[in-house]
């Protein structure tokens, strides 16, 4: 194959992915019409249910499914007798019963344990509207797959003893009841069969091994410590860009620049003929990445392409020094390009970064960008002796953490990184944010308002208690040898739980834990009564399902990770929220109108800082990306984003790093913490209880969204704000009757209608 052949077959390649790419979009589109339809059936499947007269075979011939899986949505329309179904309980009930103790043959170890439920009384507080707590069930224990419910006779004061029953052929599972909070006896349900299955595909998740390979699960990984530094960083040379207008703004002053075609090539030449030494180019407005998009078939495509546009006089960093990265960062909206002079490639490079990385400009111009960033640094100097902005708030956040490792004590040696094997375990069972659209009929069609909380700052709130060390493995067996006092114990401290979930009947309300799901979504939350799905859940969640005021959920422990409780973020987020208030103050004080902005830009900083110094602790795989010339082979397990008549542009998997600063543990910890929040946090005035905030401190059929760190409802909450990190701050009104969104996307929009209309008539918190 000659030059001019080769050429001809990559052209022809291109054409080819471009028509993949569309015909991909086709399929992606029928698919999610096709669950949509789906889930519309399931629903009316499950509202036909209610009618008394309704059968399960003309519906199911109505729906095109079998009797068996409308059964399945909705029990229901079960046409199988009453009492063929307790016979059948009755007779697996007389199988599984355990045999006399001078015949019984040793016992295996158990393969799930039942936690203890935790039920607390429904909170009252003055002023407070609080959801009514339904009387307790009769207690039922999962024999086979069928239900047995227990005689209430059988329970005595005090602690109940065990039920001990067969769940699957082989497998003991150990329930045990413990006295509630009001004095009666709480058990934790468990549903009656048949089970209703979880709407979307379910993911199964990794648990750890057992022998040899599982002790690596109860690992550090040798010679890696997060240490306190020995260095100060270096500060960069930054100014400040709106590439729409050419307005730069460096150090005390503002020029206008001419910046031709906003290649990278010549907003280099032009900001380093302004401005000689730059090192750093914050972009505050006009992303020229995006120039000429409509061109590439996606947005990456067309980042990828102006980054690696050519120029005579640069070419692609190839990094130095101990916070340089060498190639180009590829995102849709918040790229990296970093550069150096094509003459002197291994000398002193130049990053193009965005402005969003820090925060959202939002329309201020490039004075009120350097002046935030000039108080930010203030701010921060005022907690730090050596701090230093770097490229992005996720360096930065982690920098600032670095210097505040102890010098004394336990951990002044610095904490141990984990194996590989448990960061892998963690990445992949500890989930983020909860984002979560909740569809009719669990709530109206036709929305009498559409109210949005957001809790302000509230990561930082849960930074005050973090896992530390080796953690320890923690069997089944031994989570049953467990005292009730140790079982609770256990699941108040830092831990992370393989467990198996049951939503009790009669639970009307919102989901509690996450189950994994295949797709883009990843994590459902499943709140129908009876659904049973397996999943891994931190403490602060399981502690939540247990003791929640409404009614304890069923969760059956597989095994689990307990750490020591330490505090190794504390000192870094006490900081970071003083910084953090000192500049919210200032945005409400300057008399000067740029200042305030300035101010508030600042502290919005701050929390990225925070969120993505965070989020830089999880350090997943990296993917690394970069460029090779046109013709020379590409590193092995490529994938090729794009390319142009000079370079190839890829990216590729490359697994974990020696990072010394690499603790998912605590990333999964606050996260686990936060989505706890989400749906019941206590306001506290000293050790005392003086209020409660959450979706499940909202009426049933009224919560609409979970989004990260906020949620939506259909009507207002008397939830008191102080502006403290966590409280829930109403950020937007949009007065009904609103058609429910039937997507993301849609329910954006609506919310960005509600914010408007709540600053437009001033918010009443």
């Known amino acids: ?18 028509g993949i790419t569309a015909a991909e979009k086709q399929v992606a589109a029928a698919q999610k019409e096709l669950d949509k339809l789906t889930a519309q059936r399931s629903r009316r499947v499950a509202g036909l249910a209610g009618y008394e007269g309704a059968q399960a075979a003309p ?15 909705a029990p229901l329309l079960d046409p199988t007798p009453a009492t063929v179904r307790t016979f059948r309980s009755d007779d697996q009930a007389a199988v599984a019963a355990p045999a006399p103790a001078s015949q ?30 339904p009387a307790p069930a009769a207690p039922v224990t999962e024999v086979a797959d069928q239900a047995v419910t227990e005689q209430p006779a059988a329970l005595q004061p005090g602690l109940a003893p065990p039920v001990v029953g067969e769940t699957e052929p082989g497998v003991q599972a150990v329930t045990a009841s413990i006295p509630g909070a009001t004095g009666q006896h709480a058990v934790a349900p468990v549903a009656a069969a048949p089970r209703p299955a979880v709407e979307s595909g379910p993911r199964e998740l990794p648990t750890l091994p057992e022998g040899r390979a599982g002790a690596r699960f109860e690992a550090v990984t ?25 307005d730069l703004a460096v150090r005390d002053r503002v020029v206008r620049l001419d910046l031709g075609a906003r290649t990278p090539g010549e907003i280099l030449d032009a900001v380093l003929a302004a401005a000689p030494g730059t090192e750093r180019i914050y972009i505050t407005a006009g992303a020229p990445w995006h120039d000429g998009a409509e061109r590439y078939s996606t947005l990456k495509d067309a980042v990828a392409a102006w980054l690696n546009t050519p120029s005579e006089r640069w070419t692609t960093a190839v990094g130095s020094g101990r916070d340089k990265l060498a190639g180009h960062f590829v995102h849709q909206r918040q790229p990296v390009g970093r550069y150096a002079p094509a003459a002197a490639p291994d000398g002193g490079s130049t990053e193009i970064r965005s402005m969003g990385e820090w925060f959202d400009p939002d329309g201020a111009d490039v004075v009120t960008c350097r002046d935030a960033f000039r108080l930010l640094w203030q701010a921060l100097r005022r907690h730090w002796d050596d701090a230093v902005l770097m490229g992005s708030p996720s360096q930065t956040g982690r920098d600032l953490w670095s210097r505040t490792i102890p010098t004394t004590g336990k951990w002044a040696g610095g904490y141990p990184v984990l194996s590989e094997e448990l960061r892998g375990l963690l990445h992949a069972t500890g989930g983020q944010g909860r984002t979560e659209l909740i569809l009719p009929p669990r709530v109206p069609e036709q929305l009498p308002a559409l109210v949005e909380y957001d809790r302000t700052f509230a990561y930082a709130k849960h930074l005050w208690k973090s896992p530390v060390g080796t953690p320890r493995r923690i069997t089944a067996a031994a989570f049953a040898a467990m005292s009730e006092a140790e079982q609770v114990k256990a699941l108040m401290s830092c831990s ?18 996450p189950a994994p799901v295949t797709g883009d979504r990843a994590w459902i939350y499943p709140a129908t009564p009876g659904a049973t799905f397996t999943t891994w859940a931190g403490g602060a969640e399981i502690h939540l399902a247990l003791s929640n005021h409404i009614a304890p959920w069923r969760i059956e422990v597989l095994g689990g990770l307990l750490f020591e409780d330490g505090k190794p973020l504390d000192e870094w987020g006490k900081r970071l929220k003083a910084a953090w208030a000192d500049l919210t103050n200032l945005s409400k004080l300057h008399g000067d109108e740029r200042q305030r902005t300035a101010a508030y830009l600042a502290s919005r900083a701050v929390r990225s800082v925070l969120l993505f110094g965070l989020g830089g602790f999880a350090q997943r795989p990296r ?32 697994g974990f790093s020696r990072d010394p600063y690499a603790h998912p543990e605590w990333a999964a910890y606050v996260w686990s913490g936060a989505r706890a929040a989400l749906l019941d946090m206590k306001y506290r005035q000293g050790k005392e209880v003086i209020g409660y905030a959450g979706a499940l401190h909202a009426k049933p059929g009224t919560v609409v969204y979970f989004g990260t760190d906020g949620i939506a409802l259909t009507e207002r909450q008397p939830w008191p704000y102080r502006g403290e990190p966590g409280d829930y701050l109403l950020k937007g009104h949009l007065t009904g009757p609103v058609e429910h969104p039937t997507s993301q996307e849609q329910y954006l929009k609506l919310r960005g209608l509600g914010r408007a209309e709540l600053a437009a008539k001033g918010a009443d918190q």
Do not use: C
Request: hydrophobic residues 45%; without cysteine; negative net charge.
């Open 496 to 513: 992370h739980w393989n467990i198996r979930v049951t939503v009790p009947q009669g639970w009307d309300h919102v989901g509690l834990l």
């Open 623 to 654: 993917l690394v990306s970069g460029t090779t010339p046109l013709g020379e082979a590409l590193p092995a397990g490529v994938e090729i984003l794009g390319q142009d008549d000079h370079v190839v542009t890829w990216q590729r998997q490359a």
């Open 222 to 246: 040798t010679g890696l410590v997060s240490k306190r530094p020995n260095f100060t960083q270096q500060a960069r040379s930054t100014v400040f860009l709106d590439a729409a207008t050419g």
């Open 59 to 73: 519906i199911a011939k109505a729906s095109g499914l079998s009797v068996g899986d409308v059964v399945r949505i």
């Open 104 to 133: 019984a043959a040793p016992v295996d170890e158990p393969a799930v344990a039942v936690a203890p439920a935790l039920t607390r009384p429904a909170p009252e507080v003055e002023g407070q509207a609080v959801a009514e707590q």
């Open 1 to 18: 194959m000659d030059r001019k052949t080769y050429t001809a077959e990559l052209a022809g390649l291109r054409e080819l992915r471009a």
